[in-house]
């Protein structure tokens, strides 16, 4: 059994004994809670009510679908792991929760009445591990959070590599007025005998009339490129780069007025010796006018890399899935240390 299964196996147990605790205090309190805790609505004009326990065991039920769902897809840790290995903090943790709920029931059990007080007392101890099973778990839930940020970005670090991630020039105006879209350069820096590699992942703007702004953010990627090189690194950037390097002849139905976005990539603004590597085969974009039918949809390559006159291209390659997963396909190459690189790459 994977640890996926068992943390699921962990969290439903989990649930099913807070909601049983949950429902032996409301039976415990009677009508006092009943009517302290119902849920009010309306239901055809009537005024209904029901439990409280109800929307507490939803509520409860939620915590424990996040949980696992933040444990799925956090696999730097895995929280079932982690109590096994550190039981004390662990204790320790669910000591603390206990100690703070424990506070609030000792304040919340003051009654005149003797016989309501020694009810409400009962109550809130057997309410009290359904608390601390929930709180426990919130605890729990921000630690994976936590955990896996952590070795992301110790991740980053390994074998000295460093990462940056720098500002591209915006478009100007808001999103329907509300937002703003980002554009960054995602750069990593890799140390290496003979001489460090600076790989760098990009998305340009790809609705900017006239292609004003992906051209200030091509130059701003080609300046920082640059500068890397002069560094002395071997230099890589791939990514979207919403310019066609080559059309591939392929047959197309689509309308021109789908095509506004298409302008045809600028070599001229490529540094003397730096290369563009793509597969100049296999489309690697399609458009999005209609759901994607093979000799209907204009198709083209937007998706690539550029490298520095010290980086060989050793081979790239489109995988050509017909367009099955996404509106892009994924790209491979591979590249190797080189003294001198060869002239700019102009399509044909």
């Excluded at 424990?64 to 769902?69: E, F, N, R």
Aim: aromatic share 10%.
């Amino acid at each position: 059994m994977d640890d996926l299964a068992i943390s699921a196996i962990v969290i439903v147990v989990g649930w099913l004994i807070a909601s049983g605790f949950l429902i032996a205090a409301y039976w415990r309190a009677g009508p006092m809670w009943i009517e302290r805790h119902s849920l009010r609505f309306k239901l055809a004009g009537k005024d209904r009510r029901c439990s409280g326990a109800i929307g507490e065991m939803a509520l409860l039920a939620a915590c424990a679908t996040l949980l696992w769902a933040v444990d799925a897809t956090t696999p730097a840790m895995n929280f079932v792991a982690v109590i096994a290995r550190h039981p004390i903090p662990a204790l320790g943790a669910l000591a603390f929760v206990s100690a703070i709920i424990a506070a609030y029931t000792a304040s919340a059990v003051e009654h005149p009445d003797a016989r309501t007080k020694k009810r409400l007392r009962q109550t809130y101890a057997i309410y009290a591990p359904y608390s601390t099973l929930l709180f426990g778990g919130g605890m729990i839930l921000i630690y994976c959070i936590v955990t896996q940020f952590v070795a992301d970005t110790e991740s980053f670090g390994v074998g000295g590599a460093r990462r940056e991630i720098v500002e591209l020039p915006l478009e100007p105006g808001l999103i329907l007025g509300l937002s703003r879209r980002l554009y960054h350069m995602h750069v990593v820096r890799l140390p290496a005998q003979g001489g460090d590699w600076t790989v760098v992942n990009v998305h340009l703007s790809a609705f900017d009339e006239g292609a004003n702004v992906r051209i200030a953010q091509l130059r701003a990627v080609l300046a920082f490129a640059r500068a890397e090189y002069e560094k002395g690194a071997r230099v890589v950037i791939g990514g979207d780069w919403n310019y066609e390097f080559h059309r591939p002849d392929r047959p197309t139905t689509t309308d021109e007025k789908y095509l506004f976005w298409v302008h045809p990539f600028p070599y001229a603004e490529l540094p003397e010796g730096w290369s563009v590597a793509i597969d100049r085969e296999t489309p690697s974009v399609r458009t999005n006018e209609r759901p994607y039918r093979k000799g209907e949809n204009f198709t083209t390559i937007i998706d690539g890399f550029i490298v520095s006159p010290n980086v060989r291209t050793l081979g790239v390659k489109t995988r050509d899935l017909d367009f099955e997963f996404s509106d892009h396909q994924p790209v491979d190459a591979r590249f190797e240390a080189a003294e001198r690189g060869p002239r700019p790459t102009r399509p044909r």
